[in-house]
């Protein structure tokens, strides 16, 4: 339903390059004399304020695919500076980019070259994609991009020399740009930062125009916030701005009624209260009184400390968590409320170099001082700052003769508090320990603004005193190179492969970094490689990130949040030291303690508060690879005798890879296992997509486990594992970790006397290397497994090795070959009885008759074989048989019959995760498709199977690529 304050609210998305004509006064005159400069007539326009779109003075610009998009997007949102080809990688991919990303990456950029230089035909002031050293750069003004616009518009109505009416006219040209949620077409990572972040903008462009309308024009401040307050309903800070304005503009019943609502939305959908701030403008509507809030006036009263520390040098990165301090200063400004920031992080990752950094930075927003004070909630020493002595040193701080500080904790806090009112201030807190430690030192009133560090979640503060929680990561690795740039000059570029393996050694953790970056400028001499290698021997790492003080020792750090666990947590600190994976669940850390899930939940939630722990996605924990080597070594040193966690954790994968690996393809040669050890909890997937989100989940921990596994002389669980993860990796086209956990098993069981497990591990390590176009490789491994199965006299187990032999010679082009061994195969798989190995081996045939012209003989195999598959409800091998069926139709002249079996085996492919088989059949109907003369169709299809073969990092690409070139000829000018 529209509101009545929003009726008026309703306009059309401007050009982000329209002006609002007015006199230029002198304060704007640089930008706009640098903004002249770009102009020229017609512009190429970006808007991300909305789905990604590409408009010239003739209209909207097609594109291309959702990934393209979103490169455009990255690139734009970076606009006129070098976006690294990691980043980009990282921003449109994320965290799991497939090896052939860089690949696929350059195809995007080619095709998006091509748009821009169609799109710049017409245009006064084009756009250029930019090759520059590691990265790419888009060559646009800022006022080309409307989210650039936007922010260059809202800086400007910030400027402190802004008259007011000019203030509101810049803040509603840059409100007047926005068309939805930015990005509104894009998902993943980078894209929902990008929202989160921009939201807070909006929020805050919004309100900072709203309250300079207030006292001039409250009714058109309602309209504005009214279409804020539908966007943002659960926003008290909006919702109690609307109220101040329909309050001015003589609505009061209409602002008490807005109170109802949304105190019954934030109890009905968050299940809390209004906060102060909502609860302050109610009563004072009621009461008659004024609403608007007056402007800070600095206090020309008491001491105006200046305590901060210094700010702390080669400070980098933290660019989200600037943003989101500065949208909490711009919060503040309306001096309603005290706001604080919660930053909470591990130790060593820079909390107090954050909240300093930033401090100094907005130091002149509070002219009447900065208090600092070290809580020493965790401290070499062990003596936690207590609050009596606290607020007895902010109280010295702010100049309060000693003879009027009472001994009472109420009455301190109660002077503390009395003494900051009326005064704008910022106050660190650094080193909390808990909520508990800081609740006293909070002002009562409105105006200061708090930063709070703590190696713990203050989940209380946050919940109590409306804390903003700031959690801060470890940095990333470009923000890691540059650290050690600023410190270490051209040492770093000059060694690139040693720099790299320093900040992988070093996690990325600030503190190690820094220690790291101290002993190489004391040794000026001493090769970057030389202290890689010191990282990289475990007897020798800590020594190299150990500084001549407690503060300077990583161990010692960490021994500090560690000495704070309960007895439970720190044994489980200690055992995810022998956790062979990146990260684990709830099901797999009770299997590594053998405690039941409910006994694990509450120590490995203390591990998450107190940052020893992180849950990086929900319901998966990890923590950094300095963290692991500490518990690693506690472990060690504590538990020797615990060893059955390495055997519990690996009966664990061995036992849920199995399950898994059976919902996915029950026509394997099934495993008989042992019996799990006593307290292993196996997870066992519902169904085919549970088994392959589990292993999507689980995909690094099992390789890593595999490993692991072999590492330890546990040759058994080694080949189990890789053999229970095969199918899972080759369907998702993960080749070269098929190949890595392949070559661990052939390894680790010709250490042990098991025929099948032996046989099973060679021909997984030939079909490996089949996949990967490495014939010759693979065939030794296949021959060695048919020879074992031969000698125990398993006919299935030999079917399945005629089955990948056939494959092998179908590869190579020797069909009469690939028939023999299929026939064989055939053969063998009813001897066994088996239906699903029949129903496979018959598609095989089926298609080596394709390539054999014998057409119609093709097409009666795949009809027998999606008999069988009927029978058991096979979708694996019915996509297969379908892509064959439709190839042959293809053959016979039968376009009609062989688009409907492609359609139909792309949507099985896509239901059962299979992204080779998705390629293959992309690209077979794009030949079908170019068959029937649909040019554009073709193109579209093989674009496709394009994108999935170089993200599978495939051989395949190239003839896909060559079919594609043939149709659409790539530029000569690649990027």
């Known amino acids: 339903m529209t509101r009545p304050w929003t009726s008026r609210w309703r306009h059309k998305r401007r050009s982000p390059l329209r002006r609002v004509e007015h006199s230029v006064p002198a304060w704007e005159v640089r930008w706009r004399s640098v903004n002249a400069a770009h102009c020229g007539g017609t512009a190429v326009e970006f808007r991300l304020l909305g789905p990604v779109e590409l408009h010239t003075s003739a209209g909207p610009v097609k594109l291309g695919t959702p990934r393209e998009r979103h490169v455009v997007a990255v690139l734009a949102a970076e606009a006129g500076r070098t976006v690294p080809i990691g980043t980009l990688i990282d921003r449109v991919w994320g965290p799991d980019a497939p090896g052939g990303a860089p690949a696929t990456l350059r195809v995007y950029l080619a095709h998006i070259r091509k748009v821009l230089d169609k799109a710049n035909s017409d245009a006064g002031r084009p756009a250029a994609l930019v090759r520059r050293p590691g990265g790419y750069l888009l060559d646009v003004a800022a006022d080309q991009v409307d989210l650039c616009r936007f922010r260059v518009l809202v800086a400007r109505a910030r400027d402190p020399g802004c008259p007011e009416h000019r203030r509101a006219e810049l803040l ?563 080749w070269h970790d098929w190949l890595r956990t392949a070559r661990v098993a052939v390894d680790a069981t010709a250490q042990t006397d098991e025929p099948i497990g032996q046989a099973l591990a060679n021909r997984n390590l030939g079909r490996a290397y089949l996949r990967l176009g490495r014939f010759d490789e693979g065939e030794p491994y296949l021959s060695r497994a048919l020879e074992l199965t031969t000698r125990v006299g398993e006919p299935v187990a030999q079917a399945h090795v005629h089955s990948v032999l056939s494959y092998l010679w179908q590869r190579r082009g020797q069909y009469p070959q690939a028939v023999a061994h299929a026939e064989n195969a055939l053969r063998l798989f009813r001897v066994g009885g088996h239906l699903r190995g029949q129903a496979d081996i018959l598609n095989q045939i089926a298609w080596c008759q394709t390539e054999l012209g014998d057409y119609p003989q093709a097409v009666s195999c795949c009809q027998q074989a999606l008999a069988l598959n009927q029978q058991f409800g096979d979708p694996h091998g019915r996509a297969a048989t379908l892509d064959t069926l439709g190839y042959a139709h293809s053959h016979l002249g039968e376009h009609g019959p062989a688009l409907a079996c492609y359609t139909q085996a792309l949507a099985l492919a896509a239901d059962i995760g299979n992204r080779y088989y998705e390629a293959e059949v992309h690209s077979h109907l794009g030949d079908a498709h170019r068959a029937l003369g649909d040019t554009a169709a073709a193109l579209e299809a093989y674009r496709r199977a394009l994108a999935i073969f170089e993200d599978l990092d495939h051989p395949d690409a190239g003839s896909v690529r060559a079919k594609l070139n043939e149709l659409e000829p790539v530029p000569t000018d690649q990027p």
């Open 172 to 734: 509603r040209e840059a409100l007047d740009l926005v068309a939805g949620e930015p990005l509104a077409d894009l998902s993943g990572e980078w894209a929902d930062r990008v929202r989160q972040a921009w939201s807070r903008e909006h929020v805050e462009a919004a309100l900072g125009c709203a309250r300079v309308l207030l006292g001039s024009d409250p009714g058109a401040a309602v309209v504005l916030l009214g279409g804020l307050a539908d966007r943002y309903p659960l926003n008290e800070s909006v919702a109690a701005a609307l109220m101040r304005a329909l309050h001015a503009a003589g609505r009061s019943a209409e602002a008490l009624q807005l109170y109802a609502d949304v105190r019954d939305r934030l109890a009905d959908q968050l299940g809390i209260d209004p906060g102060a701030e909502l609860q302050d403008v109610h009563r004072r509507i009621l009461r008659g009184e004024p609403v608007i809030p007056p402007r800070p006036v600095p206090s020309a009263a008491g001491a105006v400390p200046a305590q901060l520390p210094a700010d702390p040098p080669g400070f980098v990165g933290r660019t989200e968590h600037l943003d989101g301090l500065d949208a909490l200063l711009a919060a503040a400004a309306d001096r309603t409320t005290t706001r604080v920031a919660a930053i909470d992080g591990t130790a060593g990752v820079g909390k107090t170099a954050l909240a300093l950094h930033w401090a100094h930075r907005v130091a002149d927003r509070f002219p009447d001082g900065q208090l600092y004070l070290n809580l020493r909630g965790f401290d070499p020493g062990g003596q936690v700052t207590d609050p009596v002595r606290a607020v007895r040193l902010l109280l010295d701080a702010l100049g309060v003769p000693p003879r009027q500080i009472p001994t009472d904790l109420d009455a301190q806090t109660a002077l503390y508090r009395s003494v900051v009112t009326g005064r704008r201030m910022l106050i660190v807190l650094d080193n909390a320990r808990d909520s508990v430690q800081v609740e006293p030192l909070l002002p009562g009133a409105p105006g200061c603004l708090v930063l709070v560090t703590s190696r713990n979640r203050l989940t209380s503060l946050v919940a109590t005193a409306g804390a903003q929680p700031l959690p801060v990561e470890l940095l990333t690795d470009a923000e890691a190179r540059q650290l050690l740039s600023r410190r270490l000059g051209d040492r770093v570029a000059a060694e690139p492969e040693a720099t790299e393996e320093i900040v992988v050694r070093c996690a990325r953790l600030p503190l190690a970094l820094t220690l790291v970056a101290a002993h190489a400028a004391l040794r000026p001499r001493t090769r970057l490689a030389v202290l890689a290698e010191q990282l990289r021997d475990t007897q020798h790492r800590w020594q190299t990130l150990t500084g001549d003080s407690p503060t300077a020792d990583v161990r010692t750090v960490f021994s500090w949040s560690y000495r704070a666990l309960t007895a439970d947590a720190a044994r489980l600190f200690r055992l995810l030291g022998r956790h062979p994976g990146p990260d684990l669940t709830v099901p797999a850390a009770a299997s590594l303690t053998a405690w039941p899930p409910a006994a694990v939940r509450p120590p490995l939630a203390e591990l998450t508060r107190a940052n020893l722990v992180v849950e990086h996605v929900p319901g998966r924990y990890t923590l950094h690879d300095l963290l692991r080597a500490y518990a690693a070594d506690l472990s060690t040193t504590t538990d020797p005798s615990d060893g059955e966690a390495t055997g519990r954790i690996l009966d664990h994968y061995v036992h849920s890879a199995h399950a898994a690996d059976n919902m996915l393809y029950p026509a394997e040669d099934p495993l008989v296992l042992a019996s799990p050890r006593p307290g292993v909890v196996p997870e066992t997937p519902a169904d085919n997509a549970a088994a392959l989100d589990w292993f999507t989940a689980e995909h690094a921990v099992l390789v890593a486990a595999v490993e692991h596994a072999a590492a330890n002389g546990l040759a058994v669980p080694a080949w189990q594992l890789a053999g229970n993860l095969s199918i899972y990796l080759h369907r998702r086209g993960h």
